[in-house]
């Protein structure tokens, strides 16, 4: 059994993100049942119990592979929310794109292997299952409470309810386009290019904002505080 207190820090860091690694592309490509240990392990270049050492069970290891990218995209939306009211009360699409932007350019960088968590995040965030809800809820319902207080602080007409709907919506919306399929393009003959990010993230925003405008000027009719 691997040892991983004696490992070198840097070694024991380089195995739990080859570890991590390997775990996301596993889940996104086969969801939390398909995903096997034993298969991760092989991608990863460990063995098992080097797996169970650190993260004990698969259902921690997958709580651990979410963590790891939410902690990245929500550090960046909680600094960007603070620089946006720092001064004064931001419009709507400089917040909108504060929300959105992480999460698009991460999917877009599939390098650093966004691609792959951008298949995770549509899995687990559409899953009505105790496991993705419970992950959902330790890593973006902070986030999200923070963010829908902002949409209402830029648009004080915006009952809560409707701040909900149009968070999730825009949320929704970003996620649709995280990861770059090339669809767009095949549909539009070439006009859209999903593959430029600042592209997706300027129609993403447009249109969210668009949205939200249109709740807040009743057009739901659900308004309630």
Do not use: W
Request: proline letters at 3%.
């Amino acid at each position: 059994m691997p040892q991983a207190h004696a490992m070198q820090p840097g070694r024991q860091k380089d195995s739990r993100k080859a570890i991590l690694d390997a775990a996301e592309r596993a889940f996104a490509d086969f969801g939390f049942g398909g995903a096997s240990i034993r298969a991760i392990a092989r991608d990863a270049g460990v063995n098992q119990a080097m797996i169970h050492y650190y993260y004990q069970n698969k259902d921690l290891l997958f709580s651990a592979v979410v963590e790891r990218r939410a902690g990245e995209i929500n550090d960046r939306r909680n600094k960007a929310l603070d620089a946006l009211f720092d001064n004064a009360v931001p419009t709507l699409e400089e917040l909108v794109e504060a929300l959105l932007r992480p999460t698009i350019e991460l999917g877009h960088d599939v390098e650093r292997g966004g691609d792959a968590y951008a298949r995770l995040i549509v899995y687990f965030n559409n899953s009505a299952d105790e496991r993705s809800q419970r992950v959902a809820e330790q890593n973006y319902d902070p986030i999200a409470r923070r963010s829908i207080d902002a949409i209402m602080k830029v648009l004080p007409q915006l009952g809560r309810a409707d701040a909900v709907r149009g968070y999730l919506f825009a949320i929704s919306v970003a996620l649709s386009v995280m990861a770059k399929t090339g669809r767009a393009a095949r549909l539009s003959d070439g006009l859209c290019d999903d593959s430029n990010t600042e592209e997706t993230v300027s129609t993403v925003v447009a249109f969210a904002c668009a949205g939200i405008r249109s709740l807040a000027n009743g057009a739901a009719g659900t308004r309630k505080d």
